[in-house]
């Protein structure tokens, strides 16, 4: 049986009330496009403080739906503040406050390594910040597992106090248009229709990404809010518990789906061809999956290093496979987020979530 409490409950059950959480870039290829696209040569930038672009990622519903749908979340707008001068730790200082199992949400953009931490995101779910010389938001929200990163330019983002589908609701302090996260797409607002454009964000572990970017920077607990940052208002990442444990929910999902467990963890990406979805488990199992969307080949690549994965279009049926060094194609050895094909936007997220919003979804599993 499916439960709902109202978010402001939760989070006065979490012992902080209210008032304690409220005042809720690895570009792996040149090719990556800015809403989970195939290719850059498809994009058509659109002018103004924004990156935006022409959405490529086909809807199963109309936008005024996710605008209708959504639903007062507790917090007022900016009730959950975002990070707009964020604070970054040493590895080394890193080290001394995280445990090696704790969950980072880890960015890398042209040699700029940065760590974003679970435990301090989950109270502020949006840090607008600057790496590798861009301007960035890097978003998460905890009620659906997803870390996904924005091209931002002059503008910065801020937590509406709206979800759909129990997802978060962003606005953009320029426009005040929302955008649902998970779709990067704005549904209200004079931005209605217009897409962000995207970067890699790396759900993964402390010690995963430390070993893998020894030189990273790590977001501090020095925010400019007093918060608890030791107590996670929904449960707990490690060891896993609560709201992430258990089949209850908050706010009613968009679909209901029982293909998985709607909490089970998928891997997903979205582009012109459509959406698709691969169970991480199995992925973590096979390292190598592969399914068409809309006609077109894709491939999932697990990359056991920092326990992610990386999906490709691969229109030419480039043959690869998987060895115990890595993957194998015609031209070479590579690693998961290098492969000789045209790699999609990629990120983790709860099944439910994922499928809430693209009910037509192709699923791996």
């Not at 639903?71 to 964020?86: A, F, L, Q, T, W």
Request: aromatic residues 10%.
């Amino acid at each position: 049986m499916t439960h709902r409490l109202s978010r402001r409950r939760a989070l006065v059950l979490a012992g902080g009330g209210v008032a304690a959480l409220a005042g809720c870039i690895g570009d792996d290829s040149e090719e990556d496009d800015a809403n989970g696209g195939s290719s850059t040569e498809s994009e058509t930038t659109i002018d103004g403080p924004l990156p935006l672009v022409e959405p490529t990622v086909p809807l199963q519903y109309d936008l005024d739906r996710f605008a209708v749908e959504a639903v007062n979340g507790g917090p007022s707008k900016d009730g959950i503040p975002s990070i707009d001068d964020p604070n970054f730790d040493s590895a080394e200082e890193g080290d001394e406050d995280l445990d090696p199992g704790d969950p980072v949400f880890g960015v890398e953009i042209d040699g700029d390594a940065r760590a974003y931490r679970q435990d301090v995101l989950v109270h502020h779910e949006i840090v607008n910040d600057t790496v590798g010389g861009r301007n960035v938001a890097v978003t998460y929200c905890p009620l659906t597992g997803t870390a996904i990163g924005f091209e931002r330019g002059d503008v910065e983002f801020g937590v509406s106090g709206m979800l759909v589908n129990n997802n978060l609701i962003m606005y953009d302090r320029e426009t005040d248009s929302w955008w649902p996260q998970i779709l990067g797409t704005a549904v209200k607002g004079e931005l209605t229709g217009s897409a962000l454009r995207e970067f890699r964000v790396t759900w993964t572990t402390w010690e995963r990404w430390r070993d893998e970017h020894p030189e990273t920077q790590v977001l501090n607990t020095n925010t400019g809010y007093a918060r608890n940052y030791g107590r996670d208002p929904y449960g707990s990442y490690n060891p896993r518990g609560g709201y992430y444990d258990n089949d209850r929910f908050l706010f009613e999902n968009l679909t209901e789906d029982d293909r998985l467990p709607l909490k089970d963890v998928v891997v997903g990406a979205r582009s012109a061809d459509g959406t698709v979805a691969f169970e991480k488990k199995l992925l973590r199992d096979e390292g190598l999956l592969e399914t068409t969307v809309g006609g077109v080949p894709y491939l999932a690549a697990y990359d056991s290093a920092l326990d992610t994965a990386y999906i490709y279009r691969n229109p030419d049926e480039i043959s690869v496979e998987r060895t115990s060094a890595g993957y194998e194609s015609p031209d070479g050895a590579h690693g998961a987020n290098n492969l000789p094909l045209t790699s999609v936007n990629t990120f983790d997220g709860m099944w439910f979530a994922w499928v809430g919003f693209y009910p037509d979804l192709e699923l791996v599993a």
